[in-house]
């Protein structure tokens, strides 16, 4: 690493993941699966499993975990599992199913995945991933997940961006809602019969290591400001992304990085954390109050068409008065093979490209229109409004809520925002993190998208990781229980459990002039800014001072008020953007030290000659695995190599 | 916009509980109903007054976290969430009163915050189909026609925020209820559970403390799902087949 980066970090040993088995990977998981050791049902409900979060990973994984017979504690903030951010996917879930016969297969998924992820996932994962793809439509159709169907009675599906063959299957745009629903319900199932207990409004602040193994959590309930010792034999944490680092973006509001953040100040790796999804069909800001930015379905580039227009003189018009000649449908020009349905990096880069060309729609905010028109006219011409009402009315009808038009009328206007993030806590193919007996699922993890997800794989990635390969693999671990008993008055509990109190204290004394939430959205500004669509080495070097001189004020001039035994939503918020400064440096660092183009992450030093990412497989190609550096020292970088054996590495085009 | 806001107050569950009146100015009609709630937090924050703590999340209408007595009406004056219910409703000048869901079976934790895991305790009575990870038949293996797979669908749509309750004059949890008992009742997968199901979550409904159902249909008026009064119908003719079939 060249000197001017090594103020920032320091790297350290290489780190491989050795897990999965040296046979051909079809054969992996198969092979692996025998080889983890069981554990007999009669142990197993001496085991404690404590699983924060319960979105599709957690409460999958929890309801698997309790069906199996194990003791389950399950953590979330909000009033009910059922609230999870998974909840709001809309367009679908994958699975290679071939139902529709046009040439899908494990493999193609397989290859889309690690193709549409840039080349920067783990081969293992992805082959894993696709091949119980099909499992997890079979299991959410026999809990009743009311699945689109044709009238034949089969199950209908859709295509999504980055694919040539349509393997999504959905329920209408409420698709998370519905797995959701029905992991919840087999989750609920459990507490009913004993063997999962819910800790509603408990928000996880620290993990409890001892003797370098993850033995528990420190947890506050919400709602009387008790701080919980909980122990147990094993800690998983599904407790999604971090998007919310930018306070705009499609998460929802309590979206947080603590329980990873904490983790991952006690030894666990966070890897990739740059890898920042920004979903390219969003409704575009309208003012300084936003709290926060919706998604419109993916799967509406199905039938809608993404034009702005030629001319930045008609953007003022109303764009039915454009003629079609005066139109340029950029996509569809650009990437002929796939049109609006290239990936979401391209998509949300070329209207950005748009916008900052001058051609982009709607009002100004600051100096720039930031808007482009998804328009369905075509589609209501040749398919009948009903038809588009049946598939996605109430996408229009949100839309129509929050912007007072009508879409059936007016073309949609439609923006990039941070959706998803692809990097999270370092996970082996056993999806346990660098802390022995602390796991990591869903979208906490790093796993399997590389660089950048396909739409409709994250629904999927959640739910392959809590009903079918956390409950295989972490068995291997628990099968070497009885653990030692800890008690709550060991060292490392008592230290864990002070250093939370003292945190809240801290916040609650420190009694200066500025609102969380102003700290938030000035930190979410620097992100977006500099860390955001495309980094620069100059930007990147600014946002890391910006939000370093941030944090120093934060903990000097927050104003927390209210008392910590009782329901504070301020010192809530407080605490996770506390660990938002730290982790946005992180992200910067990382963005900083990657000198190449990939995915979601977009160096403007490192483009093709007609504009596209330019990867540099032979200087990056591996995961970035960041180990904390300690209260004042620099991260330290731990590379894994990323090795393609099954899939050649070339560079993507989607022309 | 200029608007008077009586917004309820209390300090805890067993706190005595007050309106507080609060002007507020410069509110955009493009706000959402509780962005305008957050100017007006920032704003106390500043002043150095507690900030009024409500539920939310999603902020796009499906987590269900949301929700608010607006003026007398659930979720207020349009048929949504309080979330995506915006101030372009509102006219400048009008005295707007936010009260917490009123009911029984959803005590109030402090301000606008309520507990509705008493919605859970009758999921877990339950509401789901018993089937193991793992033990799934092939998904084709059973069609479902598709206006079954419609209206299990429309009853599925129910996002469990309590407006049917609050609505209520009764504050009964039948159109949740019968949401669930519709959605899994119309699928072939939901059928060997039926009888027991509707029983079942109806017993724990009672003792949760939700009262009787008197057709009145105020639920189905203010859910912003649009779960219709009928899946209260296909509960109560649940109820008489089971009851039939156990004699």
Not at chain 1, 452 to 480: E, H, I
């Amino acid at each position: 690493m060249t000197d001017t980066l090594s103020e920032y970090f320091t790297v350290g040993d290489p780190i491989a993941d050795t897990k999965a088995p040296d046979v051909p990977i079809e054969q992996m998981w198969t092979k692996h699966q025998f080889d983890s050791a069981l554990v007999n049902p009669n142990n197993r409900r001496k085991l404690d499993v404590i699983i924060v979060g319960t979105g599709l990973a957690g409460a999958s994984a929890a309801a698997t975990m309790g069906e199996a017979g194990y003791n389950v504690k399950s953590f979330f903030y909000q009033d009910s599992a059922r609230r999870a951010h998974s909840i709001a996917a809309q367009g679908g879930i994958n699975a290679a199913k071939n139902y529709n016969d046009d040439g899908d297969s494990t493999y193609r998924l397989f290859y889309d995945t690690v193709k549409g992820g840039d080349y920067r996932s783990r081969e293992s994962n992805v082959y894993r991933l696709s091949e119980v793809s099909a499992n997890i439509i079979d299991q959410a159709v026999a809990q009743g997940v009311p699945f689109a169907r044709d009238y034949g009675g089969l199950l209908d599906n859709r295509s999504f961006g980055g694919v040539q063959v349509a393997r999504t299957f959905y329920a209408a745009g409420q698709t998370g809602q519905q797995l959701l629903i029905g992991a919840y319900q087999a989750m609920e199932r459990q507490v009913a019969k004993g063997t999962v207990t819910e800790y509603s409004r408990h928000e996880m602040l620290e993990v409890i290591i001892v003797d370098d193994v993850a033995r528990g959590i420190i947890a506050r309930d919400m709602v009387t400001g008790e701080i919980e010792t909980h122990l147990a034999d094993v800690v998983v944490l599904a407790s999604g992304g971090y998007g919310n680092v930018f306070f705009l973006s499609t998460n929802a509001m309590g979206c947080n990085v603590t329980a990873a953040w904490r983790a991952h100040r006690k030894g666990a790796y966070f890897a990739n954390p740059c890898y920042t999804q920004i979903h390219p069909t969003c409704i575009p800001v309208s003012g300084d109050h936003q709290s926060k930015l919706t998604l419109m379905s993916e799967s509406l580039r199905n039938d809608g068409r993404i034009w702005v227009p030629k001319n930045a003189e008609d953007c003022e018009k109303d764009p039915r008065e454009i003629p079609e000649e005066d139109r340029d449908y950029y996509l569809e020009r650009i990437y002929p093979a796939f049109g609006n349905l290239v990936p979401r990096d391209i998509a949300s880069r070329q209207a950005k490209n748009m916008c900052d060309e001058g051609r982009g729609v709607g009002p100004k905010v600051g100096d720039f229109r930031r808007g482009v028109y998804l328009d369905f006219a075509s589609a209501i011409e040749r398919l009948g409004r009903p038809a588009i009402e049946a598939k996605y009315g109430n996408l229009f009808d949100m839309y129509s809520r929050i912007t007072g038009e009508d879409p059936y009328q007016v073309p949609m206007r439609i923006y990039p925002a941070v959706h998803y993030t692809m990097g999270g806590l370092w996970v082996d193919y056993d999806l346990q993190t660098s802390v022995k007996g602390l796991y990591s699922i869903g979208e906490s993890n790093f796993s399997d998208h590389g660089a950048n997800r396909l739409g409709a794989s994250s629904l999927m990635q959640c739910l392959a990781d809590g009903y079918f390969v956390l409950p295989n693999t972490v068995r291997d671990y628990l099968a070497k229980a009885p653990f030692e008993k800890i008690s709550e008055d060991h060292p490392a509990v008592v230290a864990a459990k002070n250093s939370v109190t003292e945190r809240i204290d801290a916040l609650l004394s420190i009694n200066g002039e500025r609102s969380v939430d102003s700290f938030h959205r000035e930190l979410g500004n620097i992100m977006w800014e500099y860390c955001g669509m495309e980094r620069t080495d100059e930007g990147l070097r600014k946002a890391i001072d910006l939000i370093r001189s941030l944090k120093d004020e934060f903990w000097r001039n927050v104003r927390v008020l209210g008392a910590a035994d009782t329901l504070n939503q301020s010192l809530e918020k407080a605490g996770r953007v506390a660990d938002f400064f730290e982790l946005g440096e992180l992200m910067c660092i990382d963005a900083l030290h990657r000198r190449e183009s990939c995915g979601g992450h977009f160096r403007a030093e490192s483009v093709t000659e007609d504009g596209e990412a330019l990867r540099h497989d032979d200087e990056f190609a591996y995961v970035a695995a960041w180990g904390f550096g300690g209260e004042d020292g620099a991260p330290v970088l731990h590379k894994e190599d990323l090795n393609y054996k099954f899939i050649e590495l070339k560079q993507r085009s989607y022309k | 916009m200029e608007l008077t806001l009586k917004i309820w107050r209390q300090a805890g569950p067993t706190a005595k509980g007050d309106f507080a009146t609060y002007e507020v100015t410069d509110v955009s009609p493009d706000m959402s109903f509780l962005e305008m709630l957050d100017v007006l937090n920032e704003r106390l924050i500043n002043e150095g007054t507690e900030p009024i703590a409500f539920d939310s999340d999603c902020r796009e209408g499906i987590c269900g976290m949301c929700g608010l007595m607006i003026s007398g009406e659930a979720h207020g004056p349009e048929r949504t969430t309080t979330c995506q219910l915006h101030m372009r409703s509102f006219t400048s000048g009008e005295t707007i009163t936010i009260e917490p869901w009123r009911a029984n079976a959803f005590p109030v934790i402090r301000d606008l915050v309520v507990d509705r895991t008493s919605f859970d305790r009758i999921i877990q009575a339950g509401g789901y189909v018993s089937v193991n990870t793992g033990a799934a038949p092939e998904a084709h293996s059973v069609p479902v026609p598709k206006e079954a797979a419609d209206r299990a669908f429309d009853s599925a749509k129910c996002i469990g925020c309590g407006a049917c309750v609050a609505a209520c004059p009764n504050a009964s949890g039948m159109l949740f209820l019968g949401a669930k008992v519709t959605h899994l009742g119309e699928l072939p997968q939901g059928q060997p559970e039926r009888d027991a199901r509707v029983v079942k979550m109806l017993d724990e409904h009672d003792l949760q403390g939700f009262g009787g159902c008197t057709n009145i249909g105020e639920c189905s008026n203010a859910c912003p799902k649009e779960i219709p009064l009928d899946v209260i119908s296909t509960l109560n003719a649940d109820l008489r087949k089971a009851a039939g079939r156990s004699r």
